[in-house]
């Protein structure tokens, strides 16, 4: 009988677990299950007495600069800035000092360590940050883990503390006096704190009746989007703007990763649906409907599974090792708001899952609710992680427990923690129709940034690339365009087209830029001269042989021949053979730019071309009034004043210019070739009073006008398709 450990079934039940598994979008909350990492980082920062900026000290002793000082000695007084408050204590200061190499005599002072020797005070009030008995023993710069920090205002900035229960810490943190940050309970074993400051602080699906009823379970965290008070379970969460949303949390920061909640501002009353951190539905609701949470509380029955730990499916079996992740969680719901969870109990624990909270009627879900169920199956027989766990969902509005307006979706199937995304938010409804998903780990779009917008027909297809849906917060391959040019992308269901009604998207293009490289104009290289040598006759150990003998009678040496050789001769000042004496030189480095999307322009660019297949293609007898001098020197004229301002020098002010033109010049030419010949007699107006703005104008034109237009320009205007040449070859980083 096989017996293997499940790595990934205590994704349906387990708080602790299912965050790392599936993170939420959370964009209506904020990351409502963790400690703020930002006010974490704040905190870090200010527990450690550490820089290798000098500026970190502010005065020692006397006045005198502490480098003034051996490393290591005791001052009676040292002022530091810590997060940009002034601090003091008696302590000593630790320092590294070495010589700077290349750029003259000079020290650089580094790895700054201030280790007080008494309390630590703030130099404005003297109010006290931190006691001596709190510092580090092991590293003396740093404030420990588990003391109290205060503000300048006599409040609390972080406490740590030890609970009674032993397996949980007490934490506080507070912005200033009656601005909490964070209180709750920590499980020290699941605590992450210590190693990456994220500590999770919603905890409903482990069942641990101590956990669920402790009179202090009050939980206050804040996020970017405001503030929840509560339990691990129920609370309220206060908008920046007042908006309150009250009910059952708990399922928004664990495994359904959704709830029913009842929102309240300024006298509205509503119901909400919130899944994957999106709001999906609203119903209307009254005043007397709101949730009352200490009944709700008081009513939350939680049974922890004391069960067999054995999954086991016929000859199957595998240990499940999550025993506080199983059991049945409910307030018994039989008419009004409520929630309840159960699991299979033994022999085969977590066989079949049952969430469900919102509105109930006869104990069934009646008006707005969610409902999740899953089931566990044996995946294979040879496998590291032989379970999978299928999910099923119903979201929406509720009839006597059916479901009639809203949408059932399979979150997925899950059968290995290292086969699932932790970052795909597959709980939200996709505002994308063949797209599953959200991603939630990528650095969005700042919409806050200009981007310049370019048309489609920029993007460079031959080199695989992708775009960024903001709708998605996902950066998806492109695939290429349509029979209409309209731009196709990878989905996860099927291939999709984009218009101009998805939103903003963005494109990232590489390109070569030119610089100048600075460059010293000589450089000092080796001189060699050229002399002569005499070879020896030499035995076997380089000893030379002496045997011959000169007329005097004496022994010589035996001369085999004579070699020329070269010898080091000094050194000399030449020419740089780089730069070639001009003190610099020429190169180019890849740089990155982010455009956003016109897809809008890709209609307009299909409404021309089709206007100017309309067009007869041979130029008629009779001349006609269009494109006078007087009107082509009106539009120039016109196109500069746009092109000189840069509130109106920007790709949709250009792009409007053009195809107006385009349109009225459809209507009032000839033929094509009348167009195209205006296009060029107007680029060479606009070349000559302004080169840059001529080369905007003219590559800002439909595609087939710029064609048609730069063969009549290379015709008529040489010098000018040249610049053309000149301009297009920079963009693409060309010499």
């Known amino acids: 009988m096989m017996k293997a450990y499940i790595f990934l079934i205590v994704f349906l039940l387990g708080a602790s677990l299912v965050q790392a598994q599936n993170k939420a979008w959370q964009n209506v909350f904020g990351d409502l299950d963790y400690i703020d990492p930002e006010y974490l980082k704040t905190i870090d920062a200010a527990r450690t007495f550490k820089s290798n900026e000098s500026k970190i000290i502010v005065s020692v002793d006397g006045g005198k600069y502490f480098t003034s000082y051996r490393s290591g000695k005791k001052h009676d007084k040292v002022v530091f800035i810590i997060n940009g408050e002034k601090l003091y204590a008696a302590a000593k200061i630790n320092y590294e000092k070495n010589k700077v190499v290349g750029y003259g005599s000079g020290y650089k002072v580094s790895n700054i360590e201030v280790m007080p020797q008494s309390d630590v005070r703030y130099l404005e009030n003297n109010q006290l940050f931190c006691n001596l008995t709190d510092m580090d023993g092991n590293e003396p710069y740093k404030v420990k883990f588990d003391a109290t920090i205060y503000h300048k205002d006599g409040s609390i900035m972080y406490a740590r503390k030890q609970e009674n229960h032993g397996n949980y810490v007490i934490v506080d943190g507070y912005e200033g006096k009656e601005k909490p940050i964070f209180h709750g309970f920590l499980d020290k074993t699941n605590s992450r704190f210590r190693k990456n400051e994220i500590t999770k602080v919603l905890s409903p699906w482990v069942f641990d009746a101590t956990v669920s009823s402790r009179a202090n379970g009050e939980i206050i965290n804040r996020t970017t989007k405001g503030l929840y008070k509560g339990t691990p379970h129920l609370g309220i969460f206060t908008t920046q703007n007042q908006e309150q949303y009250i009910g059952f949390f708990g399922p928004v ?3 359904p990763q959704g709830s029913v909640l009842f929102r309240s501002l300024s006298g509205k009353y509503e119901w909400v649906l919130v899944i994957g951190g999106n709001i999906e539905k609203i119903i209307p609701a009254k005043a ?9 509380q008081q009513q939350l029955a939680v049974a922890a599974y004391t069960g067999d730990l054995m999954f086991k499916n016929g ?12 059991g049945n969680y409910s307030t018994n719901p039989v008419n009004g708001y409520g929630v309840k969870y159960t699991t299979s109990a033994s022999p085969t624990p977590a066989k079949e899952l049952l969430f469900e909270v919102g509105l109930f009627k006869n104990g069934q879900l009646e008006g707005l609710g969610y409902r999740l169920k899953g089931n566990t199956n044996f995946w294979g027989t040879t496998t590291a992680s032989p379970l999978v766990f299928n999910l099923y969902a119903q979201a929406g509005i509720f009839a006597n427990g059916k479901l009639v307006d809203g949408r059932e979706f399979s979150p997925g199937m899950f059968y290995g923690k290292k086969d699932v995304d932790p970052y795909r938010n597959i709980w939200a409804k996709s505002p994308i129709a063949g797209f599953t998903y959200l991603q939630t780990n990528v650095s969005p779009i700042d919409t ?3 981007y310049e917008k370019i048309p489609q027909s920029e993007i460079n297809f031959k080199s695989n690339p992708k775009v960024f849906i903001e709708k998605l917060n996902r950066w998806v391959s492109v695939l290429g365009v349509d029979k209409d040019k309209k731009l196709v992308v990878k989905g996860d269901e099927r291939n999709v087209v984009l218009d101009k009604n998805i939103g903003n998207v963005y494109y990232q293009s590489e390109f070569s830029k030119p610089i100048r490289v600075g460059c010293s104009k000589t450089k000092v290289v080796k001189k060699y001269k050229n002399v002569t040598e005499d070879v020896y006759w030499k035995d076997t150990k380089g000893r030379t042989i002496i045997t011959d003998q000169d007329r005097s ?3 010589k040496p035996i001369k085999i021949y004579t070699s020329n050789k070269q010898v080091l001769d000094g050194y000399e000042t030449v020419t740089c053979t780089i730069c070639n004496g001009q003190g610099y030189y020429n190169s180019s480095t890849r740089e990155k730019v982010m455009y956003r ?3 809008s322009a890709n209609d307009l660019y299909n409404r021309v071309s089709n206007a100017l297949k309309s067009v007869f293609d041979e130029p008629e007898n009779q001349p006609t009034a269009f494109a006078t001098p007087s009107h082509l020197q009106f539009e120039a004229e ?4 746009l092109f000189a301002n840069a509130e109106t020098r920007t790709y949709d002010q250009i792009n409007k210019y053009n195809h107006r033109l385009q349109y009225q010049w459809i209507q009032t030419a000839q033929n094509t070739v009348e167009i195209y010949t205006a296009f060029a007699d107007l680029f060479y107006l606009i070349y000559q009073k302004d080169k840059n703005a001529s080369y905007y104008f003219i590559a800002n034109i439909h595609k087939n006008s710029f064609k048609e237009s730069l063969a009549i320009v290379t015709k008529k205007y040489p010098e000018a398709r040249a610049y053309i040449a000149k301009m297009a070859n920079q963009k693409l980083g060309r010499k």
Do not use: I, R, V
Request: charged share 10%; aromatic share 16%; proline share 8%.
């Open 315 to 326: 000859t199957q079996s595998a240990n499940f090792p999550y025993p506080e992740l199983l």
């Open 638 to 641: 016109s196109f500069l004043k």
């Open 597 to 599: 999307l016109d897809l």
């Open 253 to 255: 920061a664990s495994m």
């Open 448 to 450: 806050l940034q200009f």
């Open 288 to 296: 007397a409907e709101m949730p009352n949470l200490s009944w709700l």
């Open 553 to 555: 009678g004496y022994l």
